[in-house]
């Protein structure tokens, strides 16, 4: 709280304060009744020396305020800075000193004083403010937007100042880059259109693409401006394309086109998504008509393009030779390649003299540095039948001596194939001569030859002759060659990496498509599919194919880029493709679905896959789907039919006998099993899951013989990760639990328990014997029979058990209490520790006496409950892989006893235990 000293001088205060609130951005404190503590006067108690001071600083004070009142801020902030010098702990003139240093925008010390009103009064709203505007001013801008934030969540201001603190905060949040912070100060202020316009930016910017898109939606077009409106429809259309909706994206553009007729922005925008969704023609249009009502240079490329995409060759070279028309008297790389493209085009319109001319003029718009566009003049001039112009480019560029080789040797072959058409030998020949002391006598020779063997079928002997001429000259087109037969001869990585090469020179759109497209295969090959999908999307843009799309769509899946694969296959209309491809399609999307967790919209697309091409693979992937979705009927139809149309691959095998095992039928998931094995051995987890399926079936020393061989399969395991390794390891541990539980068929238990102190351990004198202790020991043997003894967690036991008294501080047995059992246990539930048992008891010693025992146990750990492998994992036990194991145990309160554990040694021999089990020996 603020403590003022001046009764008298309140008024003063209240007055300069409302001065400094018309000069300042915002409102101060005295300014607001909200802020009324800030000046109230106190009655302290002040006494003489506080009279005296009052007398030092008062006329400054005063002198400062009426001085704020007729506009002399300069002379008053010396007479604030005098005061403050002498009464520093006034806060009320610190504040109105640090507001009049923002009015005279001296932000540096507006920001120092608020800052030291702050350190005494640490979320005074006004301060924080104030500091943040003069941070704001003085480049600090995370200062600023602490205090922003700061002052928002202030009580001490009024609604109207936190929601300029918070839009602020807004601003500089932006500014900063921090559009999370950005979205938490929106969400203090309250919604209104043009707020929630700012909000779909910001959303767009953090890359959360549907919240953005749902908030753009929900926005009434009605409450905004034009420009906002207009701001709300791009943000429509961006974020609709980007999510795949491009009909919803296309209805925004349109929806902007009749908001701003004028404005050919909104057809560039509407020929892109028209694009994006393959109507080509309609993308034409849209550019025909941006360029008619706003025509630029850039306008008429994209609609040379599109007009080219479409197919108008005729309508794209007229664009085309618009936009040289437009780049006259302009140099440099743009209007050299339009002319470049301006000649391609007029060649595939067959105007080769118009073509030859276009390549002639790119050359000298590109400052005469690539010769090679004059060779292209000269096959257009040679085609054309104007020879004389073909021999006076290409003089010119066998004339000029920076011409690179390979260009030299390009020029010689078409000034060869010139002469040989006009008839003059006596030129060719020279040509030829030329082209060999360039080239030396079997570069050419050898490229046609190797193209001829590749056609021919020979891509061996292909290679070797490529081979041969790349060692003559590295050429990009023998690269393709090379990769292409190395493709054709089952040498996929080879393949990739010469096509690579290849690539990284001059190569026509066709020949660039082609190696594209090839590249991709050779990388999915491999097991690259991050590496095919960049290839394959290269191939798209040149040149789209249904085809490639697919492929493209299914290694970014593969790759993990699912985002991208949607958007992929967003380019489609599968009733556009034909059947198979259709079929593709839907396989494609289900596989997206499954990936994001969507089981019942995968099972849809499978299925509608499956009514445009039916193969066994497809219904054997629409099985393994019912089955994770729990529907186990319709899985196993499914996996039957595929077996019967031809899908024996081991995958499909298994799955369908896990069906069968979730459907109860344990004897057809064995078979399943059984088959899968014999097909794939190496399906290692497999062996475990028929172990368990054999214990089920009780045939224990199947399931026994299974679990060892998935034990002998453990080194076999990929591991690539420490928990991978230790996930294994616990998989192998328990697996040896299970052999030990199915192979254990005797057991053997010999206890004690020994009592020390003859007056605490006698019994009561009413026992049948005198003297008797409580110490006691005994034996005990249990057997299991065959079948019967392990079914399934249900166990049966045969015991004997031997029972006497021991000598009181010794483990030594009173001979005549000796008694000997002999009876059955029975443990009927697989799944708790309930233990029922009856024994005959004999007595063996003259003191005791025949009966009958019955009992009954129930334990509260564990129970066998093989299919529940977390749990078994959780409620380990120390068992041994063949051997005897020994452990101390506690029999009762102060009383020790030995517990011997015995069983038949394994049937496997001790050198083939892997690894893993070497510590559990």
Request: hydrophobic share 40%; glycine share 8%; with cysteine.
């Given at each position: 709280?603020?403590?003022?000293?001046?009764?008298?001088?309140?008024?003063g205060?209240?007055?300069?304060?409302?001065?400094?609130?018309?000069?300042?951005?915002?409102?101060?404190?005295?300014?607001?009744?909200?802020?009324?503590e800030?000046?109230?006067?106190?009655?302290?108690?002040?006494g003489?020396?506080?009279?005296i001071?009052?007398?030092?600083?008062?006329?400054?004070?005063?002198?400062a305020?009426?001085?704020?009142?007729?506009?002399?801020?300069?002379a008053?902030?010396k007479?604030?800075?005098?005061?403050?010098e002498?009464?520093?702990?006034?806060d009320?003139?610190?504040?109105t000193?640090?507001?009049?240093?923002?009015?005279?925008?001296?932000?540096?010390?507006?920001?120092?004083?608020?800052?030291?009103v702050?350190?005494?009064?640490?979320?005074?709203?006004?301060?924080?403010?104030?500091r943040?505007?003069?941070?704001?001013?003085?480049?600090?801008?995370?200062?600023?937007?602490?205090?922003?934030?700061?002052?928002?969540?202030?009580?001490?201001?009024?609604?109207?100042?936190?929601?300029?603190?918070w839009?602020s905060?807004?601003?500089?949040?932006?500014?900063l880059?921090e559009e999370?912070?950005?979205?938490?100060?929106?969400?203090?202020l309250?919604?209104?259109?043009?707020?929630?316009?700012r909000?779909?930016?910001l959303?767009?910017?953090?890359?959360?693409?549907?919240?953005?898109?749902?908030?753009a939606?929900?926005?009434?077009?009605?409450?905004?401006?034009?420009?906002?409106?207009?701001?709300?429809?791009?943000?429509?259309?961006?974020?609709?394309?980007?999510?795949?909706?491009?009909?919803?994206?296309?209805?925004?553009?349109?929806?902007?086109?009749?908001?701003?007729?004028?404005?050919?922005?909104?057809?560039?925008?509407?020929a892109?998504?028209?694009?994006?969704?393959?109507?080509?023609?309609?993308?034409?249009?849209?550019r025909?008509?941006?360029?008619?009502?706003?025509?630029?240079?850039?306008r008429?490329?994209?609609?040379?393009?599109?007009?080219?995409r479409?197919?108008?060759?005729?309508?794209?070279?007229?664009?085309?030779?618009g936009?040289?028309?437009?780049?006259a008297?302009?140099?440099g790389?743009?209007?050299?390649?339009?002319?470049?493209?301006?000649?391609?085009?007029?060649?595939?319109?067959?105007?080769?003299?118009?073509?030859?001319?276009?390549?002639?003029?790119?050359?000298?718009?590109?400052?005469?540095?690539?010769?090679?566009?004059?060779?292209?003049?000269?096959?257009?001039?040679?085609?054309?039948g104007?020879?004389?112009?073909?021999?006076?480019?290409?003089?010119?560029?066998?004339?000029?001596?920076?011409?690179?080789?390979m260009?030299?040797?390009?020029?010689?072959?078409?000034?060869?194939?010139?002469?040989?058409?006009?008839?003059?030998?006596?030129?060719?020949?020279?040509?030829?001569?030329?082209?060999?002391?360039?080239e030396?006598?079997?570069?050419?020779?050898?490229?046609?030859?190797g193209?001829?063997?590749?056609r021919?079928g020979?891509?061996?002997?292909?290679?070797?002759t490529?081979?041969?001429?790349?060692?003559?000259?590295?050429?990009?087109?023998i690269?393709l060659?090379?990769?292409?037969?190395?493709?054709?001869?089952?040498?996929p990585g080879?393949?990739a990496?010469?096509?690579?090469?290849?690539?990284?020179?001059r190569?026509?759109?066709?020949?660039?498509?082609?190696?594209?497209?090839?590249?991709?295969?050779?990388?999915?090959?491999?097991?690259?599919?991050?590496?095919a999908?960049?290839?394959?999307?290269?191939?798209?843009?040149?040149?789209?194919?249904?085809?490639?799309?697919?492929?493209?769509?299914?290694?970014?899946?593969?790759?993990?880029?699912t985002i991208?694969?949607?958007?992929?296959?967003?380019?489609l209309?599968p009733?556009?493709?034909?059947?198979?491809?259709?079929?593709?399609?839907?396989?494609?999307?289900?596989?997206?679905?499954r990936?994001?967790?969507?089981?019942?919209?995968?099972?849809?697309?499978?299925?509608r896959?499956?009514e445009?091409?039916?193969?066994?693979?497809?219904?054997?992937?629409?099985?393994?789907?019912?089955?994770?979705?729990?529907?186990?009927?319709?899985?196993?139809?499914?996996?039957?039919?595929?077996?019967?149309?031809?899908?024996?691959?081991?995958?499909?095998?298994?799955?369908?006998?896990?069906?069968?095992?979730?459907?109860?039928?344990d004897?057809?998931?064995i078979?399943?099993?059984?088959?899968?094995?014999r097909?794939?051995?190496?399906?290692?987890?497999?062996?475990?899951?028929?172990?368990?399926?054999?214990?089920?079936?009780?045939?224990?020393?199947?399931?026994?013989?299974?679990?060892?061989?998935?034990?002998?399969?453990?080194?076999?395991?990929?591991?690539?990760?420490?928990?991978?390794?230790e996930?294994?390891?616990?998989?192998m541990?328990?697996?040896?639990?299970?052999?030990?539980?199915l192979?254990?068929?005797?057991?053997?238990?010999?206890?004690?328990?020994?009592?020390?102190g003859?007056?605490?351990?006698?019994?009561?004198?009413?026992a049948?014997?005198?003297?008797?202790?409580?110490?006691?020991?005994?034996?005990?043997?249990?057997?299991?029979?065959?079948?019967?003894?392990?079914?399934?967690?249900?166990?049966?036991?045969?015991?004997?058990?031997?029972?006497?008294?021991?000598?009181?501080?010794?483990?030594?047995?009173?001979?005549?209490?000796?008694?000997?059992?002999?009876?059955?246990?029975?443990?009927?539930?697989?799944?708790?520790?309930?233990?029922?048992s009856?024994?005959?008891?004999?007595?063996?010693?003259?003191?005791?006496?025949?009966?009958?025992?019955?009992?009954?146990?129930?334990g509260?750990?564990?129970?066998?409950?093989?299919?529940?492998l977390?749990?078994?994992?959780?409620?380990?036990?120390?068992?041994?892989?063949?051997?005897?194991?020994?452990k101390?145990?506690?029999?009762?309160?102060?009383s020790?006893?030995?517990?011997l554990?015995?069983?038949?040694?394994?049937?496997?021999?001790?050198?083939?235990?892997?690894?893993?089990?070497?510590?559990?020996?």
């Open positions: 709280m603020f403590w003022t000293r001046w009764r008298v001088v309140r008024s205060l209240v007055a300069a304060s409302s001065l400094l609130l018309w000069l300042c951005p915002v409102r101060t404190a005295a300014a607001s009744s909200d802020y009324a800030l000046l109230a006067p106190k009655d302290d108690g002040r003489l020396f506080d009279a001071r009052d007398r030092r600083t008062y006329p400054y004070i005063e002198r305020h009426r001085l704020i009142a007729v506009g002399d801020l300069e008053a902030r007479d604030l800075e005098i005061y403050l002498r009464v520093p702990a006034d009320e003139a610190r504040f000193y640090g507001v009049l240093l923002s009015s005279l925008k001296d932000w540096s010390g507006a920001a120092s004083a608020m800052t030291d702050l350190r005494r009064h640490s979320g005074f709203g006004p301060a924080h403010l104030y943040a505007i003069a941070r704001q001013h003085d480049g600090d801008d995370p200062g600023a937007l602490r205090d922003f934030e700061a002052a928002g969540r202030s009580g001490a201001l009024d609604a109207k100042d936190r929601t300029f603190a839009e905060a807004v601003d500089v949040a932006v500014e880059g999370s912070r950005a979205l938490a100060a929106l969400d203090e309250e919604p209104t259109p043009t707020r929630e316009l909000r779909v930016t959303l767009a910017d953090l890359g959360r693409d549907r919240d953005a898109l749902r908030i939606r929900g926005i009434e077009p009605e409450g905004l401006a034009p420009a906002a409106q207009r701001e709300r429809l791009e943000h429509l259309v961006q974020l609709e394309s980007e999510l795949g909706d491009l009909s919803a994206a296309r209805a925004a553009a349109e929806a902007g086109a009749r908001l701003d007729p004028d404005d050919p922005a909104w057809l560039d925008r509407l892109v998504i028209a694009g994006a969704e393959g109507e080509v023609a309609a993308a034409a249009a849209y025909e008509k941006a360029l008619a009502t706003a025509p630029t240079v850039e008429r490329r994209a609609l040379s393009v599109a007009a080219e479409v197919g108008d060759t005729a309508r794209a070279v007229q664009a085309a030779r936009v040289v028309a437009e780049d008297g302009a140099a790389a743009q209007t050299k390649d339009d002319l470049v493209r301006l000649a391609v085009l007029e060649g595939e319109a067959g105007e080769s003299l118009a073509e030859a001319r276009a390549y002639e003029r790119a050359f000298r718009a590109g400052g005469e540095t690539e010769p090679e566009l004059l060779v292209r003049a000269a096959r257009g001039y040679a085609a054309a104007a020879s004389l112009d073909a021999r006076r480019v290409l003089r010119e560029v066998l004339d000029e001596g920076g011409t690179s080789p260009v030299r040797a390009d020029a010689l072959r078409t000034l060869l194939h010139v002469d040989e058409r006009a008839g003059n030998d006596v030129a060719a020949r020279d040509a030829l001569e030329r082209l060999v002391r360039l030396g006598p079997t570069s050419e020779t050898l490229r046609s030859l193209d001829l063997q590749l021919a020979e891509p061996a002997a292909a290679l070797s490529y081979a041969r001429s790349l060692r003559l000259r590295d050429d990009a087109t690269r060659s090379m990769g292409y037969a190395f493709q054709k001869i089952g040498k080879l393949a990496y010469e096509l690579e090469r290849g690539l990284e020179g190569l026509s759109r066709t020949q660039k498509v082609s190696a594209y497209r090839s590249l991709g295969y050779a990388r999915a090959e491999v097991g690259d599919p991050a590496g999908a960049d290839a394959w999307r290269r191939a798209d843009e040149l040149q789209p194919d249904p085809v490639v799309t697919l492929a493209l769509a299914r290694a970014e899946r593969l790759a993990g880029r991208a694969a949607s958007e992929t296959l967003g380019r209309a009733d556009d493709l034909t059947r198979d491809l259709r079929a593709r399609y839907w396989s494609e999307r289900s596989a997206l679905d990936h994001h967790g969507r089981v019942d919209d995968a099972i849809a697309g499978e299925e896959a499956i445009s091409a039916a193969t066994p693979e497809r219904m054997a992937t629409l099985g393994g789907l019912l089955a994770e979705a729990g529907r186990d009927e319709e899985a196993g139809s499914a996996l039957r039919r595929a077996t019967r149309e031809g899908d024996s691959s081991a995958a499909t095998v298994a799955a369908l006998g896990h069906v069968d095992l979730d459907l109860g039928d004897a057809a998931a078979d399943r099993f059984e088959q899968a094995l097909v794939d051995p190496d399906m290692l987890s497999l062996r475990e899951d028929l172990g368990y399926a054999y214990v089920r079936e009780v045939r224990n020393d199947d399931a026994v013989r299974a679990f060892e061989r998935a034990i002998d399969d453990a080194p076999f395991h990929p591991v690539e990760t420490e928990a991978e390794g996930a294994l390891r616990r998989r541990e328990r697996l040896r639990r299970e052999v030990t539980e192979d254990r068929w005797i057991s053997l238990v010999a206890y004690t328990s020994i009592c020390f003859e007056s605490s351990c006698l019994i009561d004198q009413t049948l014997i005198e003297g008797a202790s409580e110490s006691q020991g005994g034996a005990e043997l249990s057997v299991r029979p065959p079948v019967i003894g392990f079914r399934d967690g249900r166990i049966f036991e045969l015991i004997s058990r031997v029972l006497y008294q021991q000598e009181v501080d010794s483990i030594e047995p009173i001979g005549r209490s000796l008694v000997a059992t002999l009876g059955a246990r029975y443990k009927p539930l697989a799944s708790q520790d309930l233990y029922l009856v024994e005959r008891i004999f007595g063996v010693g003259s003191d005791a006496t025949d009966n009958t025992l019955l009992r009954g146990s129930y509260l750990l564990h129970g066998y409950r093989p299919r529940e977390d749990v078994r994992d959780a409620l380990s036990r120390p068992v041994v892989y063949g051997g005897t194991s020994a101390l145990v506690c029999i009762r309160g102060g020790l006893g030995e517990v554990q015995l069983r038949r040694p394994s049937r496997r021999d001790a050198a083939r235990i892997p690894p893993q089990a070497e510590s559990h020996r």
